[in-house]
C-alpha cells in the first residue's frame, strides 16, 4: 500500500501541491497576523474586533480559515487524483495492472489525506507558532486561548485536522456520482458553508454531535466510493 500511496505522489506531481499547500500556509499565516496585530477585523468606531459571539478569540478565526482552506484544498486534490483520472481515462490503465481496483482507489484516497492531514497540521501550527512568538512583543487585539505547552493543545489540533480532511470524501462521493471534477469542488464548498457558516449567533462550527455525525457519514461515502469498483464500469 506504502508504494501505491508513493506511486500516486510522483504520478500527479506531488511537488506541485506542496508548493501551493506552502503558499497557503503562508498566507494564511500573514493574515491571521494581521488579524491579531496589525487590526484589520477591529471595528472602525469602537476600535475593539467585530467578532461573533463565542469567536472573540485567536483560535476561533484560526480554526476557521485553515479548515475552511484546506477542505477545498483536499477535495481539489481528490478531484485530480481521482475524479479526473475516470474522466481522462487514466484509471483504466491503473485497474489493468494485476492489483485490486479497491485497493488502488483505496491508496489515491489515502494519498490525499496523508497530504492534506500533514499539511493542515504543520500549517496550523505554524500559525498558532507565529501569533505565540508574535505575542510576545505585540498586544493581540483577540485573546490568545491556547497554551502549547499543553499535550491537549495537540490532541485537540491533530483531532480537528483529521476531521476536517476526513470530511473531503463527501465531495469525492458527489464527484463520482455527477462525474465531475467541479462537482467535487462544489461540494467541499458547500461543506464549508454548512459546518462554518452562522446564521445570526448559531453556528454549527463545534457542535460535536453534528460533527460527529458528518465524519461517520463522510467515512460511510469513503466506503461507498470503494464498494463494487471490482465491477463497475469506469466512466
Excluded at 19 to 41: D, E, H, P, Q
Amino acid at each position: 500500500m506504502i508504494k501505491l500511496i508513493q506511486l500516486e505522489w510522483k504520478k500527479n506531481c506531488i511537488g506541485k501541491y506542496i508548493r501551493n499547500a506552502v503558499i497557503l500556509a503562508a498566507v494564511l499565516t500573514l493574515f491571521i497576523f494581521a488579524l491579531a496585530f496589525f487590526g484589520i477585523a477591529n471595528d472602525p468606531e469602537m476600535g475593539i474586533p467585530d467578532a461573533a459571539p463565542e469567536n472573540d478569540t485567536i483560535s476561533a478565526p484560526i480554526e476557521l480559515f485553515s479548515s475552511m482552506s484546506f477542505l477545498v484544498f483536499t477535495g481539489v486534490m481528490l478531484a485530480s487524483f481521482i475524479v479526473s483520472a475516470y474522466k481522462n481515462k487514466t484509471m483504466a490503465l491503473m485497474f489493468s495492472y494485476p492489483i485490486k481496483r479497491q485497493k488502488i482507489l483505496a491508496a489515491q484516497m489515502l494519498a490525499v489525506w496523508i497530504f492534506n492531514f500533514t499539511a493542515l497540521t504543520l500549517t496550523k501550527l505554524l500559525i498558532y507558532g507565529c501569533v505565540f512568538a508574535g505575542s510576545r512583543f505585540m498586544a493581540s487585539a483577540f485573546p490568545l486561548d491556547y497554551n502549547m505547552a499543553a499535550p491537549s493543545f495537540y490532541i485537540q489540533l491533530l483531532l480537528k485536522s483529521v476531521v476536517t480532511v476526513t470530511l473531503g470524501f463527501f465531495s469525492l462521493f458527489v464527484g463520482l456520482k455527477a462525474k465531475s471534477s467541479k462537482a467535487a469542488i462544489v461540494a467541499s464548498v458547500l461543506l464549508i458553508l454548512l459546518t462554518q457558516a452562522n446564521i445570526g449567533d448559531y453556528t454549527l462550527a463545534g457542535n460535536a454531535g453534528v460533527m460527529l455525525t458528518l465524519i461517520l457519514a463522510s467515512l460511510g461515502f469513503a466506503a461507498l466510493s470503494i464498494a463494487n469498483v471490482e465491477t463497475k464500469d469506469l466512466m
